[in-house]
C-alpha cells in the first residue's frame, strides 16, 4: 500500500493514491461515490442540453457559479434566457423532491448576479425551468418551475 499519512492535529488523514487500494475505505467509497455522482450529473447535463437545442434554444452557460449559488444550465430563447437546475434520480418524482426552497433561492441570486453582465440587466426576460433526469436517462423538463420572477 502506498498510500501517505499526514498529521493534522490529533487525527490522521489517509490521501489515496491510484492502485493503492484506499478505495475500500469508507472514505475512499465515498470518494468513488461522489466522483460517480459527478459524472452521472455530467451526463445528465448532456442530456438536458441536447433536448433543449432540439427544441431551438442555445446553450449559452454550463455551471455557472455566483457568490449566491451555482445555475447548473443556461440556455437561450430568442431574447430570453431560461436558467436550468438538472436534477438527477432514480425517479422523475425523487427527482423532483431533491428540489429545496433554499436552493431555489440560491439559483435566484445566482440568476441576478448572472443577469447583472447581461446587455438588458434584469429587464432581460428568464424563465426557471427544472430538468428531471431519471436512471434510465430520460428527460422531462418543467418549465417555468419556479413560477415568475
Given at each position: 500500500?502506498?498510500?501517505?499519512?499526514?498529521q493534522?492535529?490529533?487525527a490522521?488523514?489517509?490521501?489515496?493514491?491510484?492502485?493503492?487500494?484506499?478505495?475500500?475505505?469508507?472514505?475512499?467509497?465515498?470518494?468513488?461515490?461522489?466522483?460517480?455522482?459527478?459524472?452521472?450529473?455530467?451526463?445528465?447535463?448532456?442530456?438536458?442540453v441536447?433536448?433543449?437545442?432540439r427544441?431551438?434554444?442555445?446553450?449559452?452557460?454550463?455551471?455557472?457559479?455566483?457568490q449566491?449559488?451555482?445555475?447548473?444550465?443556461v440556455m437561450?430563447?430568442?431574447?430570453?434566457?431560461?436558467?436550468?437546475?438538472?436534477k438527477?434520480s432514480?425517479?422523475?418524482?425523487?427527482a423532483?423532491?431533491?428540489?429545496?426552497?433554499?436552493?431555489?433561492?440560491r439559483?435566484?441570486g445566482?440568476?441576478?448576479?448572472?443577469?447583472?453582465s447581461a446587455?438588458?440587466?434584469?429587464?432581460?426576460?428568464?424563465?426557471?425551468?427544472?430538468?428531471?433526469?431519471?436512471?434510465?436517462?430520460?428527460?422531462?423538463?418543467?418549465?417555468?418551475?419556479?413560477?415568475?420572477?
Amino acid at each position: 500500500m502506498t498510500a501517505r499519512n499526514s498529521q493534522v492535529g490529533s487525527a490522521r488523514q489517509s490521501v489515496a493514491e491510484p492502485g493503492d487500494g484506499l478505495s475500500a475505505t469508507p472514505d475512499g467509497a465515498r470518494r468513488r461515490r461522489g466522483q460517480q455522482a459527478f459524472l452521472s450529473g455530467l451526463a445528465a447535463e448532456d442530456s438536458v442540453v441536447r433536448d433543449y437545442v432540439r427544441r431551438g434554444l442555445i446553450e449559452e452557460r454550463r455551471r455557472f457559479r455566483g457568490q449566491q449559488g451555482e445555475i447548473d444550465l443556461v440556455m437561450r430563447d430568442g431574447d430570453a434566457l431560461v436558467f436550468v437546475e438538472v436534477k438527477k434520480s432514480a425517479s422523475f418524482a425523487r427527482a423532483a423532491e431533491s428540489l429545496s426552497a433554499r436552493q431555489m433561492a440560491r439559483i435566484y441570486g445566482a440568476a441576478e448576479e448572472y443577469l447583472a453582465s447581461a446587455p438588458a440587466g434584469l429587464l432581460t426576460d428568464v424563465r426557471f425551468d427544472v430538468a428531471l433526469v431519471d436512471a434510465a436517462g430520460a428527460v422531462r423538463i418543467v418549465e417555468n418551475a419556479f413560477g415568475d420572477m
